[in-house]
């Protein structure tokens, strides 16, 4: 009986399931843009059920994670397991890998992270910035992308500097729909430098 009793769901606050359901992908978001950064993390996608939790994993690199990462998508599997307190019985968590639904040039996930490691190599702020603009018009066909680079980045003095190309929609519903957005932090000796990458997809493009 006692076992039965513990594993009845308990019943939660509704306001504090949205909190803890947010807490929840924030933690795991940040985890694995840390852990699968350089292999093209683009974002996360959770789906639970009553007995289970599927984890989706957006990548550009899906083919490199799952053949030569593969040990450590188990890891990390079972690292969320041992976090979230999951099992086998009664709360099974479900990790898998999928590509971008859309072509990964349009990706600013993607684009955040190809950024955050070329300033990290010490490239040139204009000359990386102007590559990632270069990639997302040209090879992907986007309507406008817009890279802001904020921090110490020259000098002790702290400044923005923006990088913009085609044009970009700021307000209302198509800013939802049509403007993919993603910010990185770039931990560099002179001090922590804030990326943002913003995309205006194509209609025919959009996901």
């Known amino acids: 009986l006692k076992m039965a009793e513990e594993r009845k769901v308990k019943k939660i606050n509704t306001k504090k399931k949205f909190v803890a359901?947010?807490?929840?992908?924030?933690?795991?978001?940040?985890?694995l843009a840390r852990t699968?950064?350089?292999?093209?993390?683009?974002?996360?996608?959770?789906?639970?059920?009553?007995?289970?939790?599927?984890i989706r994993v957006k990548a550009t690199r899906t083919r490199d994670i799952l053949e030569k990462n593969a040990r450590k998508v188990r890891e990390l599997k079972s690292l969320i397991e041992k976090r979230y307190h999951f099992n086998d019985e009664d709360n099974k968590v479900e990790l898998s890998v999928?590509?971008?639904?859309?072509?990964k040039n349009l990706c600013a996930a993607a684009q955040a992270e190809t950024l955050k490691y070329k300033l990290l190599k010490g490239s040139p702020v204009r000359l990386a910035a102007n590559s990632v603009l270069g990639l997302v018009m040209r090879r992907g066909g986007?309507?406008?992308?817009?890279v802001k680079i904020a921090g110490k980045v020259r000098g002790q003095r702290a400044k923005a500097m923006k990088y913009k190309q085609g044009y970009l929609v700021s307000t209302g519903q198509p800013k939802i729909d049509f403007i993919d957005e993603a910010v990185r932090h770039?931990?560099?000796?002179?001090?922590v430098i804030g990326i943002r990458v913003k995309i205006l997809l194509d209609n025919d493009k959009a996901p």
């Open 36 to 54: 699968l950064g350089k292999d093209g993390y683009a974002g996360i996608e959770v789906r639970a059920t009553s007995m289970s939790t599927e």
């Open 186 to 191: 770039v931990e560099l000796r002179q001090g």
């Open 21 to 31: 359901d947010g807490v929840f992908q924030a933690e795991l978001n940040e985890f």
């Open 98 to 103: 999928k590509p971008t639904p859309f072509d």
């Open 142 to 146: 986007a309507k406008g992308c817009e």
